[in-house]
């Protein structure tokens, strides 16, 4: 069981979460409203700490407690206040249903859209021309055509675009590209080595996989989807299983877990498996791209391992309570977006129950290795069920044996596929044959997918279309 200093982030984190959550969308009156009435709460509580407190012998710890976790919770409630003070005074929200110019820096890489064309992430920073030109910071996402497709982070665009209304209340507008982009200032080696990156995986791909594969190996690996077709996607997210398709903590679990693996095979003692454990991590943002997700998918997937590799759950449950701490402060809208609330809810999960349900599966018939498959799994799957309830982005009953079904290859493909990405650049050929060895585990993972959506039950059982 996790030791009570273990958990002392745990109850502010879920104060600032919950306050984050409470506030997204708000007027920054009714957010600075919020962060008043708990600031006064926390005055309270520290007063009655160290004074009446005191003589009447109620227990001044858990008022200190109190007093933190309203503090802190008062401070999340004037970051949204900002937040949303500083989305009101942009020029884009009053804009919506025009159009208008932009100068934007692309911070992400893009990714396909159902309806065809891509949804690029960007930061706005001056939007109107001339001298109706204002100087505003706002992140935002791009609907374009083919055009934008390939774009590094870091590049700076012009464009003329049409302000489309938010999906939902607190949200920002997105903008729908009129124009090609015109590129105006250059990406730096942040942003052109990751795109140099998937550039070389996707020859690769095509070098060494046929079919559905050829696409699906750069969608696992670096969540570059543009090479999966549309049909394929429906399927994966039918199944249950479009979390594969996303950079997440499992994909840094299994790089850095068989970074451990193979120095401990060889002999190195603790200090060098850990600074072997972090070159890897590193590297592999540095592959991926250090954009916001994958950063968090670091943060995350370390922590489980973490866990998955001690016998205490206290310390991994704080480093994990300090990520949704920090992340919750400096953005709220990540936060509360559903797959970081996926991402940290299977995270806790692991931390917490893998272990003990593992015990509880290991029967003579069943290898401990197995029951570890199983546990991760099935802790995962139950703990996460409600977040995907509630998102409406649940799968069919299927979506439980589907993710036990392929969770013996789901770390060879990270695992060789991340390889064949490093090498990539440097290797061509290295990295085909390490492409090529992934090509039965990518096989059965498109008809676990392909079959699980057919069956009975799930969404897209009897279309044919």
């Keep these: 069981m996790p030791a009570i200093r273990d958990l ?134 791009v609907l374009g055509d083919k055009a934008w497709h390939g774009l590094a982070p870091g590049t700076r665009v012009r464009m003329s675009v049409a302000v489309l209304e938010p999906l939902s209340p607190g949200d920002p507008p997105a903008l729908r590209a009129l124009t090609p982009p015109r590129v105006v200032g250059q990406p730096g080696l942040a942003g052109t080595f990751p795109a140099a990156v998937r550039e070389r995986l996707r020859r690769v791909s095509a070098r060494a996989l046929e079919g559905e594969a050829e696409g699906l190996l750069p969608s696992f690996v670096l969540g570059d989807e543009g090479g999966v077709s549309t049909e394929t996607r429906d399927d994966f997210r039918a199944a249950g299983l479009s979390h594969l398709a996303a950079v997440s903590g499992a994909n ?56 998955l590799a001690c016998h205490r759950t206290g310390r991994p449950l704080a480093a994990l309570a300090a990520v949704v701490l920090l992340v919750a402060v400096l953005d709220p809208t990540t936060a509360t977006g559903a797959g970081f609330v996926l991402s940290v809810t299977a995270t806790a999960a692991l931390v917490l129950a893998a272990r003990p349900v593992a015990e509880w599966l290991r029967r003579p018939w069943i290898p401990g290795r197995v029951a570890d498959v199983l546990a991760v799994c099935l802790v995962a799957h139950v703990a996460t069920l409600p977040v995907l309830a509630a998102t409406g982005l649940e799968a069919g009953p299927w979506a ?11 770390p060879l493909v990270t695992v060789l596929g991340t390889l064949a990405a490093a090498v990539g650049p440097v290797w061509e050929e290295g990295a085909v044959l390490l492409a090529a060895a992934c090509a039965p585990a990518l096989w059965w993972l498109d008809l676990v997918a392909e079959v699980a959506a057919g069956l009975p039950g799930s969404p897209h059982y009897g279309n044919d279309d």
């Design 8 to 141: 002392r982030l745990v109850l502010p984190t879920v104060a600032v979460f919950a306050v984050t959550a409470g506030t997204v969308g708000s007027r920054p009156e009714v957010a600075i409203a919020v962060a008043v009435v708990l600031l006064a709460g926390a005055a309270v509580s520290a007063l009655w700490s160290g004074t009446e407190g005191a003589r009447r012998g109620i227990d001044r710890p858990t008022l200190g407690v109190l007093a933190i976790v309203c503090a802190v919770g008062a401070i999340a409630a004037g970051v949204q206040a900002a937040r949303s003070h500083a989305l009101t005074a942009h020029p884009l929200p009053a804009a919506v249903g025009e159009r208008t110019s932009v100068e934007a820096e692309v911070t992400g890489f893009d990714r396909p859209v159902r309806s065809g064309g891509v949804m690029v992430p960007v930061r706005v920073e001056v939007t109107g021309s001339g001298r109706q030109a204002r100087q505003a910071g706002l992140d935002v996402v």
């Design 252 to 307: 840094t679990t299994y790089v850095v877990g068989a970074i451990l693996l193979v120095a401990a095979g060889i002999g190195v003692g603790r200090r060098g498996r850990t600074v072997a454990a972090g070159v890897g991590l590193a590297g592999f943002v540095a592959v991926v791209g250090p954009e916001p997700a994958v950063l968090r998918a670091a943060g995350t997937g370390a922590i489980g391992l973490a866990a």
């Design 400 to 410: 439980l044996p589907a993710n036990i079904a392929v969770a013996p290859v789901v």
